[in-house]
């Protein structure tokens, strides 16, 4: 039997289960199991990203207005300073407007 794999779209003789949270676990084929590793640490990092503004300001990230988040993650970035950075950016009474614009 063969399936499908999360990332690609492509049929796939082997895959590969990963995931390291309920809910966030995709179903790969080999060539994509890198790729679809750094996808699952990047909504990890995003969930920890949002407890911690949560802890900081009482809101979801998702009620901030949008930061590139991404590349912040791609620099290893800690969510502790990507939470102060997009409350920066949010001008969230407080915090550094400046880190924003980086
Ligand atoms: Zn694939």
């Given at each position: 039997?063969?399936?499908?794999?999360?990332?690609?779209?492509?049929?796939?003789?082997?895959?590969?289960?990963?995931?390291?949270?309920?809910?966030?676990?995709?179903?790969?084929?080999?060539?994509c199991t890198?790729?679809?590793?750094?996808?699952?640490?990047?909504k990890n990092?995003?969930?920890?990203?949002?407890?911690?503004?949560?802890?900081?300001?009482?809101?979801?990230?998702?009620?901030?207005?949008?930061?590139?988040?991404?590349?912040?993650f791609d620099?290893?970035?800690?969510?502790?300073?990507?939470?102060?950075?997009?409350?920066?950016?949010?001008?969230?009474?407080?915090?550094?407007?400046?880190?924003?614009?980086?």
């Open positions: 039997m063969s399936e499908i794999c999360d990332a690609c779209r492509k049929i796939a003789m082997y895959t590969v289960t990963i995931g390291d949270r309920d809910g966030l676990s995709m179903v790969v084929c080999e060539e890198k790729k679809a590793w750094d996808e699952v640490k990047f990092w995003m969930i920890e990203v949002d407890d911690k503004v949560m802890d900081e300001a009482g809101v979801s990230v998702n009620d901030l207005p949008s930061c590139t988040f991404r590349p912040w620099e290893k970035l800690s969510p502790e300073e990507v939470a102060e950075m997009a409350l920066g950016a949010a001008k969230w009474p407080g915090y550094d407007s400046d880190v924003g614009a980086r």
